[in-house]
Structures are given as structure tokens and as C-alpha cells.
């Protein structure tokens, strides 16, 4: 709890940092993120304290209602009352506020998955891994569908982890495995995917080969990480960062603000931090007294270990760019809150794995 809370101060400062100077330019507060990104930790923190103590297994209980509220949630953001944005339809707009469903699919996903499973004390057979695929595949889908495709691949590699966790037969898995890669190899070749999407999934395999436009983000990422040295140019120093080289570097792109200004050395540390959340949350799997705590804390670690890798390997043009926010740093309201409550859900499981 205290590792995401300090990671969290460190993403406000961090957030700041990668705003202010545009900010001043175009004449706005120059404070304008900072408050925000603020006031969302403080909500995440205040939802992962009231997670915490609250016994994990009333979750079972609300289970049913958290996925219909989701799916119905899901399926508003094709209506007039979904707010657009750069080509996706993502967001409710409440007054100031935008909140986005899709951050809390996989949330919504690992409590259903543990609740299906844990329900199935014989194991999982044939059936009941169809019914669930098929109860998985509709929220994957519409969260594909606004498009939010790096949410829907979080989404089934958080599946996919609960299903291990969950001891399906290897038969199955393997066989999940190679309709899973039948199903990407005809979705990039069905064109189900947009062609921007694609380049976007591809671009790290040819970087540097005339396809600058589909990687100038991961570029000018790379540039800034790598102008920080060792110890870095300095907090809200680093000229990648104040000339806005670095396209949604409050958000997706973050990490380049860490590598830039704070250095290997800062880099490393908050790897370090993020790695120790990583780990008490699978500590807490390891030592949860029933199998529906163990599967809630192994879908949290899916959720942000993945998070985490993919965001940060993305920055460095060792990922594909998939528009995942790193857990605790990227500005945003939903994704803020999301992962300190399942931070909250991991404690809440840790706490009571004794009783």
C-alpha cells in the first residue's frame, strides 16, 4: 500500500513535469494537470483503503451486477451518451470529469472469472470453459470495438493468466493457445483491425525502415530516454519534455518524462517500486486461504505485471504501441482509480488469508 502510494506522488510530480511548459505557452494554468492527476490519487487511495478492509468475498456477491453494469456501460459508448475523442468513442462526460468503462473492464473481468471458477469446485471441464471464453469475449469485444484495443488485449492476457492460475488442463490451454493465434493471424489478415492499428501493433519490428510516421512517438520516446545518461538533465529540465518532442507523454508515454529527466538511475527505482507491488500481489495469491482469493490476486497481478512490461517496452520501442497507461505514473482518472483498487483487492485478500 505504501509502495503505490509513494509511485503515485512520484506520477503526480512526473505528470506535472511533462505538462507545465506546454501549458504556459498556450496560456493555460500550468497546474491545470497536476491538480487533477492529485485528486484522482487521492480517490484511488481512498478506494483501495475501503477494498482493503472490506472482506474481498462480498465480491462473489456482486459479481452478477458488476458485469451487467459493464456490458450496459459498454454498449452506452454507441450512443449519443459516449463522448468522442481522437477516432475512439471511450468516455462518459460528467461535467469536468471523463470516466472511462473500458479501464474498468479488467477489473470487472478478474471478478467474474474468480467467481465463475471459484463456483466450479470440480475443476473446470469442456462446458464451463466455452461458457466462460464466451462470458470474457463480450465486454473484449465491445471494448475492441470503441476502439480501445490496448484495453481488450490487457483483458485477455488477464484471462488467459486466471486460467493458469485457475488449473485448467493443459489440453485446453494449448488448445486456447492455437485458436488464439489462428484468430490474430486472420483478424491482420480478414482486415477487421484499421490500418493505422495494425502499423501501430507492427512498427517496433521495423523501426528505422522508412515507416517513420507509424513510430515517431516511440522515437521521440527513445530520444528522450536516452538523453537522460545516468542520472538525468534534471527534474523539469529535459528539452524533450518542455518542447512536447514526446506526443501523450502525460499518459502513455510517461516513462520517457522518467528516463529523460531522472536518469537510469530514476528509471530504475521506480521499476523497482512498481516491481514491488508486483510482488506482494503475487505474495498475496500464494498465500490467500481459499481459491477465490488466489484467483482475484492472480488476475491483479496479470493486470498490472502485463500493464507495466507492455507500457514501459513500448516506450523503448521493445513493445508494440497499445495505448496501456503504466499502473500508478500516466495521467488519468479511471485508469488511476482502477489500479488502486486492485491494489485494494490484493490487500483485502492478504489481510484476511489467515482467518
Known amino acids: 500500500m505504501l509502495v503505490a502510494i509513494a509511485t503515485a506522488m512520484i506520477g503526480v510530480v512526473m505528470v506535472y513535469s511533462a505538462t507545465r511548459a506546454k501549458l504556459e505557452l498556450a496560456g493555460i494554468d500550468p497546474h491545470y494537470y497536476l491538480v487533477r492527476q492529485a485528486a484522482f490519487v487521492a480517490v484511488g487511495i481512498a478506494v483501495m483503503l475501503t477494498l482493503a478492509f472490506v472482506d474481498y468475498r462480498w465480491l462473489a456477491h456482486a459479481s452478477g451486477v458488476l458485469y451487467v453494469g459493464l456490458v450496459l ?69 465491445l471494448v475492441i470495438k470503441q476502439p480501445d484495443l490496448g484495453s481488450g488485449i ?46 501501430r501493433l507492427t512498427g517496433f519490428l521495423h523501426q528505422g525502415k522508412g515507416t517513420q510516421s507509424s513510430t515517431y512517438n516511440v522515437i521521440e520516446s527513445k530520444a528522450a530516454i536516452g538523453s537522460g545518461g545516468m542520472f538525468g538533465t534534471g527534474l523539469f529540465k529535459g528539452a524533450q519534455t518542455n518542447l512536447s518532442y514526446v506526443p501523450s507523454q ?53 493486470l498490472l505485471g502485463f500493464s507495466v512490461f507492455e507500457n ?29 483498487a486492485a491494489v485494494g483487492i490484493a ?9
Not at 530514476?266 to 498475496?284: D, I
Not at 516506450?315 to 497507461?325: E, R, S
Not at 490487500?347 to 482467518?355: D, F, I, M, T, W
Open 312 to 340: 514501459v517496452g513500448m516506450t523503448m520501442g521493445l513493445m508494440p504501441v497499445a495505448g496501456i497507461p503504466l499502473p500508478f505514473l500516466s495521467y488519468g482518472g479511471s485508469a488511476t482509480v482502477v489500479f488502486f
Open 250 to 302: 502525460q499518459t502513455d508515454f510517461i516513462f520517457s518524462a522518467v528516463g529523460e529527466q531522472l536518469g537510469f538511475a530514476g528509471a530504475a527505482t521506480v521499476l523497482a517500486l512498481l516491481g514491488v507491488v508486483v510482488w506482494r500481489v503475487m505474495r498475496a495469491a500464494q498465500l490467500a486461504r481459499d481459491p477465490f482469493g488466489r484467483m482475484l490476486a492472480a488476475g491483479v497481478f496479470a
Open 154 to 199: 490487457v483483458m485477455g492476457i488477464v484471462l488467459a493468466v486466471m486460467l493458469v492460475a485457475a488449473g485448467v488442463p493443459a489440453r485446453y490451454l494449448v488448445a486456447l493457445v492455437v485458436i488464439g493465434v489462428l484468430g490474430v493471424v486472420a483478424v491482420l489478415h480478414l482486415g477487421l483491425l484499421k490500418h493505422y492499428q495494425i502499423e
Open 347 to 355: 490487500l483485502s485478500v492478504h489481510l484476511r488469508h489467515q482467518r
Open 73 to 141: 456501460a459498454l454498449l452506452a459508448m454507441f450512443t449519443p451518451l459516449g463522448s468522442s475523442a481522437l477516432g475512439a468513442t471511450r468516455w462518459f462526460q460528467l461535467g469536468p470529469v471523463q470516466v472511462q468503462p473500458s479501464a474498468f473492464g479488467s477489473l470487472v473481468l478478474i471478478v467474474v472469472v474468480a467467481t465463475f471458477c471459484d463456483r466450479r469446485n470440480d475443476g473446470l471441464e469442456a462446458m464451463d470453459l466455452v461458457k466462460l471464453i464466451a462470458l470474457a469475449a463480450l465486454p473484449i469485444l
